[in-house]
């Protein structure tokens, strides 16, 4: 049992989850939270370990789609995303996904961004709307339908939460329907050439279109908080640890998806019996695996709790590891540098911020309450 206690399953959304990060790391890297019934690993090297073990996988056998949204159409989407399938169900499309995402050329971030950010756009609108909306075009989808999408975006992600209520998941269900149809009507339609979504219609043949089709709106689903949570989590280093103008902004933001991750936590679930820092986990149990705590472990970053923009040892399980690992990775990292890019050319440092962690199991993404001087 660590000294510092805070709940793991409230931890990312916590004010300063980090000292309690650190003592589980330093006292009990594998520690079982009877109160939650779940393992909690927090050192870098038994993660990555755990996330390339054969007898871990994403999803529990038997709960394939969370129970809440079994028989809507949010299931649907859920069942057929690669980030919760194993084996062939997963890889032939991850490799795809990633191929077609290493073609994007990321000359024109600049102009989309402009193009995107709205007049008037404030911290909440910069952070929630502008990076998914500079993916989508990037990707090939139409520019004139892009505010629905992100509407249906919004709620869709509630059905990833175990935290939604009943009238959260009837809307992230409305939500899934709304995308299956649009994007079946872009599947059906002219695809723009040598976009993402065109390179990856032509490299994923063979593929179910039902499985494509989940998977292109799990491009932005999974993007869309992670995202908004970077870009949030830049702003308020920008504030407390500030920045080198001698290094280039990209380092900045790698460094802040270290230090202060979006996505704090990934879960596992035990497929069969395995040791591992002489703790015995079984069949069928639940694994919380905790990257915002790897990131700082002193074996994996020197100096890990340090702000150290430009480190040289820089090295992150913010974007996952191992089979499962992000595909967007470097694509995130660019959209997210070129929007605050273009947000300290137009506002230059933002005035007084307030903000609130919104509520969440994994995800640590600020809510900005509006200052009239961060506004574009
Ligand atoms: C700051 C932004 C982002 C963060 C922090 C992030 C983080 C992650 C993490 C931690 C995982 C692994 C989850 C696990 O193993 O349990 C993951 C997987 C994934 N991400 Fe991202 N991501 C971001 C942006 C993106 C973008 C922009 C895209 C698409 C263009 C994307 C697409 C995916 C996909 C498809 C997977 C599933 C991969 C698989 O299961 O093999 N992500 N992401």
């Not at 909690?40 to 996330?51: G, K, Y």
């Not at 995202?227 to 308020?236: D, F, K, P, R």
């Not at 309450?369 to 574009?376: A, G, K, R, T, W």
């Amino acid at each position: 049992m660590p000294s510092a206690r805070i709940n793991p399953l409230v931890a990312a959304a916590h004010e300063h989850p980090y000292p309690y990060y650190a003592a589980l790391r330093n006292e009990a890297p594998v520690f079982f939270d009877a109160e939650h019934k779940i393992w909690v690993v927090s050192r870098a090297d038994l993660i990555m370990q755990l996330m390339q073990s054969p007898h871990c996988v994403v999803r529990p056998p038997n709960e394939p789609v969370p129970a809440a949204i079994v028989g809507t159409p949010a299931a649907e989407v859920f069942a057929r995303l690669i980030r919760m399938n194993e084996g062939q169900a997963h890889l032939p499309l991850k490799q795809a996904i990633g191929r077609s995402l290493a073609l994007v050329d990321t000359a024109c971030l600049p102009q989309l961004v402009k193009k995107w950010r709205r007049a008037e756009c404030d911290l909440h609108a910069l952070c929630h709307f502008v990076p998914v909306a500079v993916l989508a075009d990037l990707l090939g989808f139409a520019p004139e339908t892009q505010p629905e999408i992100m509407g249906w975006l919004a709620d869709f992600v509630a059905c990833l939460s175990p935290l939604s209520r009943d009238a959260d998941l009837a809307r992230a269900s409305v939500a899934a329907q709304c995308l299956l149809t649009h994007f079946t009507g872009v599947l059906e339609g002219d695809v723009p050439q040598g976009s993402v979504l065109a390179n990856l219609l032509q490299d994923s043949e063979g593929i179910d279109r039902q499985v494509l089709l989940a998977n292109l709106i799990g491009l932005l689903t999974q993007s869309y908080e992670a995202t908004a949570g970077l870009l949030g989590n830049c702003l308020i280093a920008l504030q407390q640890q500030g920045m080198s103008d001698d290094l280039p902004l990209t380092s900045f933001v790698e460094e802040v998806a270290r230090y202060d991750p979006s996505v704090q936590n990934t879960r596992r679930f035990v497929v069969q019996d395995l040791e591992i820092n002489g703790q015995l986990l079984r069949k069928g149990d639940a694994v919380l695996l905790l990257l915002a705590a790897a990131n700082r472990d002193a074996a994996f970053n020197a100096k890990g709790d340090d702000f150290a923009q430009g480190r040289t040892d820089h090295r992150s399980l913010s974007f996952g590891y191992g089979r499962h690992s992000c595909p967007g990775q470097a694509l995130a990292i660019k959209i997210t540098t070129a929007v605050l890019s273009d947000y300290l050319a137009q506002v230059g440092m933002a005035g007084p911020m307030q903000w609130r962690y919104q509520a969440s199991v994994n995800g640590r993404i600020p809510r900005f309450i509006s200052h009239q001087e961060n506004v574009i």
